[in-house]
Antibody
Framework: QLQLQESGPGLVKPSETLSLTCTVS???????????WGWIRQPPGKGLEWVGS???????HYNPSLKSRVTISVDTSKNQFSLKVTSVTGADTAVYYC????????????WGQGTLVTVSS | DIQMTQSPSSVAASVGDRVTITCRAS??????LAWYQQKPGKAPQLLIY???SLQSGVPLRFSGSGSGTDFTLTISSLQPEDFATYYC?????????FGQGTKLEIK
């Protein structure tokens, strides 16, 4: 059974880098040729925002709203993928979810439980 | 970016009611539309993909329709566990975008 679990610091200082890892269990990222692995965030009390996605080969797509601050990488040997957001501000405070989506249909069919990241000094 | 607009933003209904939520895309997205249910403190759960396909394990009272720019999610007979917030999402092109959400409350 597929499970995704986010991990990383819950508190990040302004201007620093937010780093999260999603550990995938129950399926191999490198064998999942019809899926992408993505990050979605949700500020407290607000809606969902897609951050970016990565294919097992390393091909990435990012949300232009985060400009060049976002990097997503994959480590197939550890069955993990990771998110980095640089130069964070209070606007980056959110629950961050990792999730899997179909490469064609694009729907997110499996999600992690989410992790709250607060940007504050 | 493709803008997704849901209506209403909130709706109050009773157990047993039929409820319809609409989602409009700012440009055509063919049938690349998904619907999610989110309960407080929980991750969203996929209900409908490809506009009208029911995700495995989702009750048959949920249905989706539409193509192009206009889509609907219908719950045929509300159950107590259906009171939640619902989001649509377009997957026609990156960047993927979500609607602002519709909060379904108990009347």
């Amino acid at each position: 059974q597929l499970q995704l679990q986010e991990s990383g610091p819950g508190l990040v200082k302004p201007s620093e880098t937010l780093s999260l890892t999603c550990t995938v269990s129950g399926v191999s990222i490198s064998s999942s040729t019809t899926f992408y692995w993505g990050w979605i965030r949700q500020p407290p009390g607000k809606g969902l925002e897609w951050v970016g996605s990565i294919y097992y080969s390393g091909n990435t797509h990012y949300n232009p709203s985060l400009k060049s601050r976002v990097t997503i990488s994959v480590d197939t040997s550890k069955n993990q993928f990771s998110l980095k957001v640089t130069s964070v501000t209070g606007a980056d405070t959110a629950v961050y979810y990792c999730a899997r989506h179909e490469a064609v249909a694009g729907s997110f069919d499996s999600w992690g439980q989410g992790t709250l990241v607060t940007v504050s000094s | 970016d493709i803008q997704m607009t849901q209506s209403p933003s909130s709706v109050a209904a009773s157990v047993g009611d039929r409820v319809t939520i609409t989602c409009r895309a700012s440009q055509g997205i063919r049938s690349y539309l998904a619907w999610y249910q989110q309960k407080p403190g929980k991750a969203p759960q996929l209900l409908i993909y490809a506009a009208s396909s029911l995700q495995s394990g989702v009750p048959l009272r949920f249905s989706g329709s539409g193509s192009g720019t206009d889509f609907t999610l219908t719950i045929s007979s509300l159950q107590p566990e259906d009171f939640a917030t619902y989001y649509c999402q377009q997957a026609n092109s990156f960047p993927y975008t979500f609607g602002q959400g519709t909060k379904l409350e108990i009347k």
